[in-house]
């Protein structure tokens, strides 16, 4: 039994990793390859590709790497075609994965998508590919399960993953200590992103703003780098800039439970910050390319999961042309100096983590997946191989 999965980023590399782990156990003698990074190599799966190769936000970036990813897409169609495999599983990455799901469906092998893409934030059209291409929908929101079936797509609600990658929460105290020269100051958090586009256009504004703040009152700032970026970057970007800062590498969920306050680029980590109840602002900026498709085919009012999942604004969002060092700076200092709005903001994102269901979300899909290839009869036919 062999099976391909595909993630494109780090936090669909993590998802993929302990789903893998979990698969391993309810699957003897189970081979798992595809495209991914460490957390799915840790896991057993043999990676013919990595996710640095993928990693792109925006029109512009992915341009830049476009030459790359047709000829990963050309290695997996032929290794769709020869008959490698019994199944396919997509983690997110979906301008790269449903040319997965074309092609597998087209030669026959199920498909089944763990992670599922927003569809139902923008590009709604793609729906009816996904009716085409794919078997099942494992979706991570409750509303999503009902957004798929009303279309005719099979789809279950299997909670969030990310729930079961959170370590037990840290002593907040400690971790000031850990973080901070002086732990009696407020000790604000930089999140500038896990892709190198991000990394390029969001962190100089955010070091900019870090300087205005400390024009108003003294702070101690802490940047959780991603394992998928050079530290030496940011910190060559920091001392650029002439910003203080603290970079610490792959620590980003110690971060959020340590600081008063974070600038938080828009994306998953906003949804992690938030199952950390951890007060913060969302920032983004795209190439304008990039923006105005998006801002043509989105269907949301907000950007951040957290406010989608609220279905209102409890966290600030700054967006685009409202990106400015001055205004993220002004929106910072107006929740780091108000602990009663910072505790409020708290006690909103508590509903917020209700909403995403229980741990176990990685076994529940494991086992729906399974469940799955039983009934096609899939692992039937190969245990009459052996």
Not at 16 to 31: D, N, Q, S, T, V
Not at 220 to 235: F, K, M, N, T, Y
Request: charged fraction near 25%; proline fraction near 5%; hydrophobic fraction near 45%.
């Amino acid at each position: 039994m062999k099976i391909l999965i595909v993630a494109g980023e780090e936090s669909g590399d993590a998802y993929a990793g302990r789903l893998a782990r979990r698969l391993f156990e309810l699957i003897p003698g189970l081979k798992m390859e595809g495209i991914g990074g460490p957390r799915m190599r840790d896991a057993g799966v043999t990676t013919f590709h990595d996710i640095e190769q993928m990693s792109s936000v925006g029109i512009a970036s992915m341009l830049g790497k476009l030459g790359a990813a047709l000829g990963m897409l050309r290695d997996i169609k032929a290794r769709l075609n020869a008959g490698e495999y019994q199944a396919v599983i997509l983690v997110d990455y979906p301008d790269f994965n449903m040319q997965v799901a074309k092609a597998a469906s087209g030669a026959g092998i199920p498909v089944y998508y763990y992670v599922c893409p927003q569809f139902w934030a923008w590009r709604q059209g793609r729906v009816k590919k996904a009716k085409k291409w794919v078997d099942l929908m494992l979706v991570v929101f409750p509303f999503e399960e009902t957004f798929y079936k009303e279309r005719g797509v099979d789809a279950v609600f299997f909670g969030h993953p990310l729930l079961d990658e959170l370590p037990p929460t840290p002593d907040r105290k400690l971790l000031k200590e850990e973080f901070c020269d002086n732990p009696d100051l407020p000790l604000l958090g930089v999140l500038p992103g896990s892709r190198q586009g991000e990394i390029e256009r969001m962190f100089p504004l955010m070091l900019e703003s870090v300087r205005i703040i400390r024009q108003a009152m003294e702070v101690e700032v802490v940047v959780p780098c991603a394992l998928s970026i050079d530290g030496s970057q940011l910190e060559a970007m920091a001392v650029s800039a002439g910003v203080k800062v603290n970079i610490v590498k792959g620590r980003s969920w110690e971060v959020m439970n340590g600081c008063d306050f974070l600038i938080c680029k828009s994306g998953t980590s906003t949804l992690q910050a938030a199952l950390a109840q951890a007060p913060m602002m969302i920032v983004y900026k795209a190439d304008l390319l990039s923006y105005y498709l998006a801002r043509t085919l989105s269907h949301l009012q907000w950007a951040g999961l957290p406010n989608i999942l609220a279905n209102r604004e409890i966290v600030p969002e700054l967006i685009q042309t409202a990106v400015t060092a001055e205004a993220i700076a002004h929106t910072a200092l107006m929740y780091l100096g108000n602990e009663g709005e910072r505790e409020r903001m708290r006690a909103d994102l508590v509903g917020v983590k209700d909403s995403l269901g229980t741990p176990g979300a990685s076994d529940r899909a494991a086992r729906i997946i399974a469940e799955r290839l039983e009934t096609r009869g899939t692992l039937a036919a190969e245990r009459n191989k052996t």
